[in-house]
């Protein structure tokens, strides 16, 4: 019986123990648990980030010391500090109006569609000045370059130049104080009497017409002088109520007959028009000559070889659709009086002060609806062995100084 009581009492010892560890003890140790495990996790959290900091230090002041022997004046901070997003650029009309480089790198139709836009409202929305484009078609560069030069001088922003040359060199021949030196337009080549001359006409108008300041138009070669000075010029071009297209109806080999049945119905013989490569044109006109594709694609496909599209075209597209606005003559004198597929050429002997004073006042025509003493303002065919002399006389005898 004592050996039981033993047992009992040892029992009741251990179930004691047990309530009391699992009890308020039980809680008391794992807080104590709980704490100590805290402390070393924070010990070892602390001395972790103590050595980021010294690696972070440490490579700021690598970067420092690097900076400071580039010459570089950025500090670790503003190498952190972040670049603000850049302004983005206001979108105006100065975008629309502005003009592109010559020697882009639009194709011709490209070119002509966007020298064909056209705005419906007349009035400019901007101070504009206008201005007349001279458009030089030549095979190489402008020989007269020094005469044109003299005739431009003191009148800039009044005139833009451009030239389409088969040769690619021209820009080059040309000096860096010229009015002409750079002002080339992407060309291709042409041939005499072919249709590809009107496809470069086309490519002159048309990248002239991107700048909304050129009113004017007038094809000049690199044989062309001009006869009066450019106050005389532009006054005349910008005061005029009509086109300068010649066109006239003539019979035999060298006018009908070089129309081609294959043309019709969209060029009937009663439309066929002859007249001079050399117009002068403004700027409704220019849109609707580039704008062209019914006429021109016939004359394209139909006119060649012999039919000579640069006398014909423009007379007869001219002629059919925009007659009551044109003066039906040219502002280019050339002398077909020898006869021949090309006219009279000028050299040295020729270019006296009496021969100029005569093509300037040759004959009588109509300006405005009114008889004019001026009918040319330009006169062909001139070559590089004239220029010493026109340089001599014609300076003085135009008044290029006023």
Sequence with gaps: MKNNNNHNH????????????????????SLILFFAFGLVFGIILTFHLKNISFNLQFTQFSLSTTTATNNTTVTPSLATTTTPPPVPEKVGLKNYLKVPELMHDMTDEELIWRASMVPKVKEYPFDRKPTVAFMFLT????????????????????????VHSS?????????EDSVFYGRRIPSKYVE?????????????????????????????????????????????????????VESYDLEGPVGRGRYSQNMAPVVDIEDWRKGSQWFEMDRDLAVEVISDKKYFSVFHDYCDGQCYADEHYLPTF???????????????FVDWA????????????????????????????????????ICHLFARKFTLHALDRLLRIAPKLMQFNL
């Design 192 to 244: 005499w009497g072919k249709v590809n001359m009107i496809e470069a006409e086309r490519r002159l108008l048309a990248n002239a017409l991107l700048d909304f300041s050129n009113q004017r138009f007038v094809l000049l070669s690199e044989a062309c002088i001009p006869l009066f000075n450019f106050s005389t010029v532009y006054s005349y071009l910008m005061n005029s109520q009509h086109n300068f």
């Design 338 to 373: 020898k006869g021949g597929p090309h006219p009279t050429k000028y050299t040295r002997n020729d270019v006296t002060e009496g021969f100029l004073e005569k093509l300037r006042n040759d004959r009588s025509c109509e300006y405005n609806g009114k008889k004019n003493q």
């Design 10 to 29: 040892n029992n009741n010892q251990l179930i004691s123990l047990s309530k009391i560890f699992n009890g308020p003890l039980s809680n008391l140790l």
């Design 167 to 175: 040769n690619s060199s021209s820009n080059v021949t040309e000096p």
């Design 318 to 332: 001219v002629t059919k659709y925009f007659g009551k606005t044109n003066a039906n003559r040219t502002l280019t």
């Design 139 to 162: 095979r190489g560069p402008v020989v007269l370059s020094p005469l044109w030069d003299q005739f431009f001088k003191g009148y800039e922003g009044l005139f833009t130049i451009y």
